[in-house]
């Protein structure tokens, strides 16, 4: 077994991958990815996660690594989010309300979009969808944004990224009130989120699902040396700015770092956002560091029935021996992202309507 996992890391470059949207119930894909497992491989991520309660961790016989269980943390925090909503409608006849706005058919986008609508259901938050045609143009989105920035049904609004090309996404982003700006991506929010003295309304959900993750498995933050590899608006920059806020030293790594597995080591934990898929080799990380692994990203798997299977940044194998935790995929950041898009909904209906 030991040697099947480890071709699933073993090439000396991360695997080339396909973006998401593009490999959907395509073949193409078979012969644009480049990681192969063996076919009678189990998947380990699903053996760790299987045994997992909501216990900050499980150990493994096979790794030496925590596992931190994101499915059953989120699932927590949305049983917290479902009593509280119920809080507030018994006291003050009020439910939150998030408007998702989809423009165009990809595919991706789509499934997004019904799981966060599934996801708000389920907790008891109305959902307000709308979806508008591929070439709409940037005043139609912006009329529908100020539209729910009026409505004060809606608590939260999201415009589901990425936008068609002719469209700006700068000025779609600016036109949402940064009162309901839950997905945290308003400039005023993430300026504020990099202030000291300063409290964004919102903190954008993957990376607060990283610090949620952390705090939930009793992982102390304060004076420890961060590494965070990655540097997007959505993810990396923000995850940097929350860990510094818990006082830790923070160091990015981007794609220009010259020799970025010397940083890592150096790293107590380590929070991955590439998009690379098995990047982050078992000999970059310092034993015993806590890794977390945002990265998803699709790499062909024959036996697969879709044909291809996810995979994070992380060389999951390799580094569940060094570590002290890590987070799998799927089933580690991936859950907590959606869970944190409730909470903020539910924190702005609480704000909106000064409920404690
Ligand atoms: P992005 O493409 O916007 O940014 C990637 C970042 O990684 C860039 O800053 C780039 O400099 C850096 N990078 C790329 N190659 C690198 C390398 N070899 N070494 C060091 N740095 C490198 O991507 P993103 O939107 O931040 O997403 C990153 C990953 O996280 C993707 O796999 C995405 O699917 C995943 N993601 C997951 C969730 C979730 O809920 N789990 C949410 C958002 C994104």
Not at 50 to 67: D, G, I, N, Q, R
Not at 74 to 85: F, G, H, L, V
């Amino acid at each position: 077994m030991a040697s099947t996992i480890l071709s699933d890391c073993s090439s000396s470059s991360a695997a080339r991958i396909l973006p998401f949207h593009m490999i959907r119930s395509t073949n193409a894909l078979r012969f644009r990815c480049s990681v192969f497992l063996h076919p009678k491989t189990p998947n380990p991520r699903q053996i760790h996660g299987k045994s997992l309660a909501f216990t900050p961790v499980a150990m493994t016989t096979e790794t030496s690594a925590k596992v931190i269980d994101g499915k059953s943390i989120a699932k927590q925090i949305r049983d917290e989010i479902t009593s509280e909503i119920s809080r507030m409608k018994d006291e003050i006849g009020i439910v939150p309300g998030l408007a998702v706005i989809l423009v165009g058919t990809r595919k991706d986008s789509q499934t997004y979009v019904r799981n966060k609508k599934k996801a708000c259901e389920a907790v008891g938050i109305t959902s307000h969808e709308v979806n508008l045609q591929e070439d709409c143009t940037e005043e139609e989105v912006i009329k529908y944004i100020s539209g729910f920035n009026n409505d004060p049904s809606v608590h939260g609004i999201l415009v589901q990224l990425p936008l068609p090309r002719h469209m700006n996404e700068q000025n779609i982003l600016n036109a949402v009130n940064i009162e309901k700006d839950v997905d945290g991506f308003h400039p005023l929010n993430i300026g504020r989120l990099a202030m000291q003295g300063r409290e964004p309304l919102f903190v954008p959900c993957t990376p607060k699902g990283c610090i949620e993750l952390l705090h939930r498995s009793g992982i102390d933050i304060k004076g420890k040396r961060a590494v965070v590899i990655g540097r997007s608006n959505i993810v990396g920059m923000p995850a940097a700015l929350l860990l510094q806020r818990q006082n830790a030293t923070i160091t990015i790594v981007h794609s220009s770092t010259k020799n970025p597995e010397e940083i890592i080591r150096q790293a107590d934990i380590v929070i991955s956002a590439t998009g690379v898929a098995n990047l982050v080799r078992g000999s970059w990380i310092k034993p015993g560091a806590v890794v977390i692994d945002v990265g998803i990203n699709p790499v062909d798997d024959p036996e697969s029935p879709r044909g291809y299977r996810l995979v994070g940044d992380v060389c999951y194998e390799e580094v569940a021996k060094i570590a002290s935790a890590v987070t799998p995929v799927p089933g580690g950041v991936g859950p907590m992202t959606i869970a944190m898009l409730l909470s903020n909904t539910l924190e702005s209906a609480k704000r909106l309507h000064n409920f404690k």
